[in-house]
């Protein structure tokens, strides 16, 4: 039976879900394009004409969940000190990587897939979480906590600090116990150099 014609953007947000909810259940490597035209009653070119690759597909889904984790991220309070809020948002990226893991064993190779293949959704991951990064460093300042006369510099060097606890590879390796502690000893690092007039 031929689909009804919808718009392109419902018809690619629907390949989007089921093909996320494939690649979650079966693993990436086990879904094809054709699999996913499939199960959506349509044809591998139409799937094909809103996503080049299979790769370009989980992009897209990343890209996506990162935009979700934005939104998550912009409603952690804004009114606390800021060591409280940077320790904040690395517990809740360690925390959002570690439950997917448990929740969908297949996510872990979907990462994998955005690292070797190196897609564009890991630097808009680094880029929002350095943005953010950046603001919490100008409030500590501003509460005379912190000292930065390069904020952009040590946001970046703040990221790749967190990398042992917020990247996803990073959290499929260890303990949830173990990456709690590791968390918090590397978020007071941070701060006690971020609190030192050296850090200028």
Do not use: W
Request: charged share 25%; proline share 4%; glycine share 4%.
């Amino acid at each position: 039976m031929r689909r009804p014609r919808r718009p392109a953007e419902e018809t690619r947000e629907e390949i989007l879900n089921t093909a996320e909810r494939m690649f979650r259940a079966q693993g990436y490597a086990s879904v094809s394009i054709a699999d996913i035209a499939t199960e959506l009653s349509m044809s591998p070119a139409n799937v094909f004409k809103h996503f080049r690759t299979k790769t370009s597909l989980v992009d897209a889904i990343a890209t996506r969940a990162i935009e979700q984790t934005l939104n998550a991220l912009k409603a952690l309070a804004s009114d606390r000190p800021a060591p409280e809020r940077l320790y904040a948002l690395a517990q809740h990226l360690m925390d959002e990587h570690l439950s997917e893991q448990v929740d969908a064993p297949f996510v872990f190779e979907m990462i994998l897939v955005t690292i070797t293949e190196e897609l564009d959704c890991g630097d808009r991951f680094r880029q929002i979480v350095v943005g953010m990064i950046g603001e919490i460093i100008a409030a500590g300042v501003e509460e005379g906590v912190y000292h930065a006369d390069d904020i952009p510099r040590l946001a970046n060097a703040t990221f790749d600090a967190l990398a042992c606890v917020i990247h996803p590879v990073m959290t499929g390796m260890e303990k949830a116990d173990i990456m709690a502690t590791r968390c918090r000893e590397v978020v007071r690092l941070i701060d006690a150099a971020l609190r030192s007039p050296l850090a200028k």
